[in-house]
């Protein structure tokens, strides 16, 4: 029985050392969430406008914000989440209609990359318990839409 719990605190004893030693490199490094690279877009389809602003993160991902802004209809404001796969964007808006509406949307979304306008496809979408995608199978039309969106500046933001 003392050979057994010898062995157990022996083999603990690696675990140990490693939770208390500390990196001072780990403060100097990038986190997979630090921004690479940011870009800003802006799409015009008669009176409708959009916007898109991207952040190319270290851990591959893309986030952003999308606002578009109906002429006759309420402004979508939302974020954006998603990965590209080849030439193309696809990721999840989440967006509101107006500040003083309380309830949230979710939609997939897809962005073909091509030279150097995204432009915003038009798929077929289902919703399977409260989760809306893409239906399989489906071709994602980039011909017949309405926003493309071509380079913009982006806006500075005030350092704290």
């Known amino acids: 029985m003392k050979a057994v719990s010898t062995y ?4 603990l004893l690696p675990l140990v050392m490693s939770c208390n030693q500390t990196d001072n490199d780990s403060k100097n490094t990038l986190k997979s969430t630090d921004v690479l690279k940011k870009e800003c877009y802006v799409a015009v389809d008669s009176l409708d406008t959009a ?3 991207l952040d190319y993160l270290r851990s591959g991902d893309v986030t952003g914000t999308l606002v578009i802004d109906y002429a006759d209809k309420r402004k979508n404001d939302g974020k954006l989440k998603g990965k590209f796969r080849g030439d193309t964007l696809f990721v999840d808006y989440t ?7 309380p309830v949230v949307y979710k939609n997939p979304l897809a962005l073909l990359k091509t030279d150097g306008k995204l432009i915003l496809g038009v798929g077929q979408i289902e919703t399977t318990l ?5 239906v399989k199978n489906v071709p994602i039309d ?3 839409v309405k926003f493309i969106f071509g380079a913009a500046e982006c ?3 005030p350092k704290p």
């Open 142 to 144: 980039y011909r017949q």
């Open 155 to 157: 806006a500075v933001q």
């Open 95 to 101: 967006f509101k209609l107006s500040a003083k509406n």
């Open 130 to 134: 409260g989760r809306s995608y893409f």
């Open 8 to 11: 157990f605190l022996l083999a």
């Open 51 to 53: 916007k898109l602003n």
